[in-house]
């Protein structure tokens, strides 16, 4: 059973900065990438970052240059810094994880974290 476990939200002024980790615990046969989403009250879960097993990164328009995903694969950890935040920053944000695992065949698998609250104030 895999599960992912997020830390590092809570609230911070306009400009400021958080840095979120999520740890990854469990069995499989390989990540194949981690990426975190948010969900803005009132709003639809949106992805924010993603990071493959080759460590290339996507970013959403909205966040680019001021949010960094990195992870540590020794670790099974992924992490986002977030710099210059602001008050539309403001969601519970979630890790993904999507794993390789084997039981007669390979499958993948979809994981989420049970989210972390990041609150922007103007």
């Known amino acids: 059973q895999v599960q992912l476990v997020e830390s590092g939200g809570g609230l911070v002024q306009s400009g400021g900065s958080l840095r979120l980790s999520c740890a990854a615990s469990g069995s499989w046969v390989r990540i194949n990438a981690m990426g975190w989403y948010r969900q803005p009250p009132g709003k639809q879960r949106e992805l924010v970052a993603r990071i493959t097993s080759d460590s290339s990164t996507y970013y959403a328009d909205s966040v680019k240059g001021r949010l960094t995903i990195s992870r540590d694969n020794a670790k099974n950890m992924v992490y986002l810094q977030m710099n210059s935040l602001k008050p539309e920053d403001t969601a519970v944000y979630y890790c993904?994880?999507?794993?390789?695992?084997?039981?007669?065949?390979?499958?993948?698998?979809?994981?989420w974290g049970q989210g972390t609250q990041v609150t922007v104030s103007s």
């Open positions: 993904n994880a999507e794993m390789i695992h084997y039981r007669d065949n390979l499958y993948t698998g979809d994981y």
